[in-house]
């Protein structure tokens, strides 16, 4: 397990809210004040996933860019330790001030990314790969919660091509599900309606209904599809391939290995935007109790009557899940979660004991 090393505690904020330097925003004015490059910790809501930020060019007011920072994704188990998830690097070549928002999701797939340098807001998988990307507006950004609302959802807001907005954006697979509001000073927020003069764009219906599919999909679905999937790369069908989702994505990565083909390509990652880095999520128990919190009904109710067929006794509840997912253990052939054997040591595990909560792999 790797010891933390010591970090700025002035910029280190439970709702994973981190600081680097100050700068421009609708709220703030120019000539403050810059607190120049920084160290920070973020975690997740709930603690079990954390992010440091490191600056590679030193700290304190007198570091005023370039900047670049090493980010270092880990889990934490309860004891505190921590196990490294994942490790890159990030610059920006400028001196301007700087502000970096880091807010990590609590199903362990990696953390959204906003800064006052870039238009775009990333979400990164642990190791840096981009998952997936809020872009086309003018300077967004993500902002906490306020208390008493959902753990899963932070306010995004941004001067779009309408004017300043402001919506809700739901973190474990970055959607933005509204509603959309003006975000003015003066007056209290005014929802918008008119669909055609929206800055945002939620996620759509018939990506909801694919999420759907993917939840359904089992192992022996992915086998029966197998040759329809070989197929479909012959053909470089990347409409079809997307649809086809999980049964397609190991064969497509398989063939990339080997080449380069932009429409394959483009397929394997649309299929990784649309999970945002999650593995195997039809069975992936962080991902399935987050959904049970998300705005969609279907989604959680997707989500509910997946871990009821997957959990012993059918058990369904966050707090269950969270109490018991060390000793659970994943049955390749039955395709369920069992209690692992008390007397089980480390060795003996099946190496798919536990449900994986990074990246985008082939079927098990």
């Not at 190791?127 to 809020?134: F, K, P, R, S």
């Not at 945002?276 to 989500?303: I, K, S, Y």
Request: net charge neutral; glycine share 8%.
């Amino acid at each position: 397990m790797n010891q933390l090393p010591r970090f700025s505690t002035g910029i280190i904020s439970v709702s994973a809210m981190v600081l680097v330097g100050v700068g421009f925003s609708p709220s703030r004015s120019f000539g403050q004040c810059c607190f120049g490059a920084q160290n920070s910790v973020s975690e997740s809501y709930d603690g079990r996933f954390r992010v440091e930020a490191t600056s590679l060019t030193g700290t304190g007011h007198h570091i005023h860019g370039p900047y670049k920072f090493r980010f270092r994704a880990l889990q934490v188990d309860p004891s505190g330790e921590t196990e490294e998830l994942g490790v890159f690097e990030r610059a920006w070549a400028t001196d301007k001030h700087f502000i970096m928002s880091v807010f990590v999701s609590p199903t362990g797939n990696g953390f959204a990314l906003s800064t006052s340098l870039e238009q775009p807001i990333h979400f990164f998988a642990p190791d840096g790969t981009i998952l997936a990307t809020i872009d086309g507006q003018k300077s967004e950004e993500i902002s906490c919660g306020s208390k008493g609302q959902p753990a899963l959802e932070y306010k995004l807001r941004g001067r779009t091509r309408f004017g300043l907005r402001s919506t809700k954006l739901w973190l474990p697979l970055f959607h933005i599900t509204g509603p959309e509001s003006e975000w003015t000073y003066d007056r209290p927020p005014k929802v918008i309606v008119d669909k055609a003069n929206i800055g945002f764009e939620p996620v759509p219906p018939s990506e909801i209904f694919w999420l759907i599919r993917m939840l359904q999909w089992r192992p022996e679905l992915g086998r029966r599809e197998a040759i329809l999937a070989k197929e479909l790369i012959a053909k470089k069908d990347e409409k079809d391939l997307v649809s086809l989702g999980l049964s397609a994505l190991s064969h497509l990565e398989v063939t990339l290995a080997t080449t380069t083909q932009p429409e394959l390509w483009r397929a394997q990652r649309e299929i990784v935007r649309r999970l945002c880095g999650h593995r195997d999520p039809w069975r992936n128990l962080n991902l399935l109790v987050a959904l049970l919190e998300h705005p969609n009904e279907e989604l959680r109710e997707c989500a509910l009557n997946n871990l009821r067929a997957l959990l012993p006794k059918g058990e369904p509840s966050a707090q269950w899940v969270n109490k018991n997912q060390q000793h659970l253990q994943w049955d390749s052939e039955r395709n369920v979660y069992r209690h692992k054997p008390s007397s089980e040591t480390q060795s003996e595990r099946d190496p798919e004991s536990s449900s994986d909560t990074t990246g985008i792999g082939s079927e098990k």
